[in-house]
């Protein structure tokens, strides 16, 4: 089983849209949390980070921890065609990072 | 953009041959990674190094080599290429031991035919 699950989607939305991303993982001693977004053919930019449960959010971008319930959501606020990417969720217990397989979104204007 | 150039960015090889992958930084940064990314899979760490001669196995490591005689050249080799290790292979860096600041390369197109 993987350390951390995530939906490949694809999935895609209508501009505008309100967009959840998530990830759930089975290692407690991850304290690390991370969203990459990758575009098509080019390396994961690092999206937000977190460190303990709760929420961060950055402009439309809100990232949100749960560790009780070892769970990870991104949320896009008035999502853009522009955001259309992969999404990936990692997380690290110290230096290892782990990431999830990613979710392919698609923003349609 | 964090100052890391792949080369070559792709390269179609055959069966058997020796292929060199290498990894260019201009940040000065201490921590070098390759993975690799594939479908079902995500990106899984192959090698990496904390310093100048100072490497160590990732999750992936089997059929893979790894220098570093410069700090800022890191090179990754695949002794006797095969069809399994057709990917797409990610350079980091990180200038700490501290997974928030790690970037990521172009990454490099491999085909093993």
């Known amino acids: 089983q993987k350390e951390v699950e995530q939906d490949p989607g694809p999935l895609s939305v209508p501009e505008g849209a309100i967009v959840s991303l998530n990830c759930t993982y089975s290692?407690?001693?991850?304290?690390?949390f991370m969203w990459y977004r990758q575009y098509s053919r080019k390396g994961p930019e690092l999206l937000m980070y977190?460190?303990?449960?709760g929420n961060k959010e950055d402009g439309r971008f809100t990232a949100q921890v749960d560790k009780s319930s070892k769970y990870i959501s991104l949320f896009i606020r008035d999502s853009q065609p522009s955001d259309s990417a992969t999404y990936l969720c990692?997380?690290?217990?110290?230096?290892?990072?782990?990431f999830g397989e990613g979710t392919q979104l698609t923003v349609n204007p | 953009d964090a100052g890391i150039t792949q080369s070559p960015r792709h390269k179609v090889t055959e069966t058997g041959t020796p292929v060199t992958l290498r990894c260019h930084q201009t940040?000065?940064?201490?921590?070098m990674y390759w993975y690799r990314q594939d479908p079902g899979h995500g990106l899984r760490l192959i090698h990496y190094?904390?310093?100048?001669?100072?490497?160590d196995k990732g999750e992936v490591s089997d059929g893979y080599s790894v220098s570093r005689s410069k700090t800022e050249d890191f090179l990754l080799t695949l002794e006797s290429a095969t069809s399994s290790q057709t990917s797409v292979y990610f350079c980091?860096?990180?200038?700490?031991?501290?997974?928030?600041?790690?970037?990521f390369g172009e990454g490099s197109w491999l085909t093993v035919v």
């Open positions: 290692n407690s001693a991850f304290q690390y």
């Open positions: 990692a997380m690290s217990s110290g230096s290892r990072l782990t």
């Open positions: 940040e000065n940064h201490r921590y």
């Open positions: 977190t460190y303990s449960s």
């Open positions: 190094s904390y310093g100048v001669k100072d490497t």
């Open positions: 980091a860096i990180s200038e700490f031991k501290d997974p928030n600041t790690i970037y």
